[in-house]
């Protein structure tokens, strides 16, 4: 398993700004994954980062809301930019299984994000 | 379009019972599911994978089955315990880029 950290944890913003969430990973990985979870529903995947090359983005989300890094792999940033408060949501990044198990996936501790 | 459903309401169970949630798909032809546990303020946590040849799957005290005719999974907690209390997530894979979709979710709540 891998262990994940995510920063920040939790914040709240104006309208109109960007935050950049970052996901730490203890050990490399080829396949990171950003999720968006609201409160009583199921996670929504973002999109996929995998090093080297773009992210590739699910349908509804776009890259200039949502520009994602990933300069390494053990590392990866989404940012949330000109938020409004239908951005209020969790942030999660997660990863894929090592070894055999590359079909599960561990997941960070999320960004609570609050946009007023 | 294709979708999956868990029960939207919470699951209440008297500890030391068996707690026995479900999962219903439409419209997929996973390859495997899973079924992970998650807490509040806290990322999902991968608990069973079962795949498609696979009936049933076993650990401890969770077993899960799989009914592709049914299109169907059954995540069963034996003597279920306080701790046993978060919300369940089913998961399958979307195509073979490892991407998951997920089900919302059963709150479980084992009362002592």
């Known amino acids: 398993s891998a262990v994940i950290s995510q920063k920040p944890s939790r914040d709240i913003c104006q309208r109109g700004t960007s935050l950049t969430i970052q996901c730490q990973v203890d050990s490399q990985v080829t396949m990171m994954f950003w999720y968006r979870q609201q409160p009583g529903q199921s996670l929504t995947l973002i999109a996929t980062a995998n090093q080297g090359s773009e992210a590739t983005y699910e349908s509804g989300f776009v890259i200039d809301k949502f520009p994602i890094s990933r300069p390494n792999l053990t590392f990866s940033t989404l940012t949330v930019s000109n938020m409004s408060p239908e951005d209020s949501s969790i942030y999660l990044c997660?990863?894929?299984?090592?070894?055999?198990?590359?079909?599960?996936?561990?997941f960070g501790p999320g960004t609570r994000l609050l946009v007023l | 379009s294709q979708k999956i459903e868990q029960n939207s309401e919470a699951l209440n169970i008297q500890e030391g019972k068996t707690a026995t949630l479900t999962c219903n798909y439409t419209?997929?032809?996973?390859?495997?599911l899973q079924w992970y546990r998650q807490d509040p303020g806290r990322g999902p946590v991968f608990l069973l994978l079962i795949r498609e040849n696979e009936k049933e799957k076993r650990k401890e005290r969770l077993k899960v089955t799989f009914d592709t005719t049914l299109k169907q999974s059954l995540f069963h907690i034996t003597a279920s315990q306080p701790a046993d209390s978060a919300t369940y997530l089913c998961?399958?894979?979307?195509?073979?880029?490892?991407?998951?979709?997920w089900g919302a979710g059963t709150k479980l709540i084992i009362k002592p």
């Open positions: 997660s990863v894929e299984g090592t070894g055999g198990s590359r079909e599960t996936q561990y």
């Open positions: 998961a399958l894979d979307l195509d073979s880029n490892y991407q998951l979709i």
């Open positions: 419209n997929y032809s996973p390859a495997y």
